[in-house]
């Protein structure tokens, strides 16, 4: 079932979807940090979002922006070499991740958890090339 937001739920901006905070973390060899889309904590009319219904869209979201690359991400490891068709993604880059997997934790900003996965280079599914606020989850 394709999870649609009503429009009340939509977010202002990219900025409001994927805040700016510090993961207080730097990826090591070939990891990529990504910063996943916040579940909305409150409607645009001021309903609050029940818990249950936030860490739900949380769960299944898959839209993540790219936050940093570790050093040798999309290097071949034996030569250092970049691979033949280059980073598939790159800081600031919205990329689809998978569900599960990949090492998660939250930061705390203005009260509201906001969370950084790290996964492998090769997890990553694929490089989100239109608007990243139109994609949903299945749940």
């Known amino acids: 079932m394709l999870l649609e ?3 009340s ?4 901006s990219l900025e409001d979807a994927f805040p700016e905070v510090d ?3 730097i990826p090591f060899g070939s990891r990529v940090m990504v910063q996943v889309r916040r579940a909305k904590s409150q409607t645009s009319g001021g309903i609050y979002i029940p818990e249950e219904a ?3 869209e949380a769960s299944n979201t898959q839209v993540s922006k790219v936050a940093l690359v570790g050093p040798l991400a999309f290097k071949n490891r034996n030569t250092m070499d970049m691979w033949p068709e280059g980073a598939w993604c790159n800081p600031g880059d919205f990329v689809r991740t998978p569900k599960y997997g990949g090492d998660r934790w939250t930061v705390k900003k203005d009260g509201e ?3 950084f996965v790290i ?3 090769l997890d990553i599914i ?4 239109g608007d990243p606020m139109q994609i949903r989850a299945f749940i």
């Open 5 to 7: 937001l009503p429009l």
């Open 9 to 12: 739920m939509s977010y202002d």
């Open 23 to 25: 993961p207080g973390i």
């Open 54 to 56: 936030r860490k739900t």
């Open 113 to 115: 958890e906001i969370e």
């Open 119 to 121: 996964f492998n280079d």
């Open 126 to 129: 694929g490089k989100i090339t």
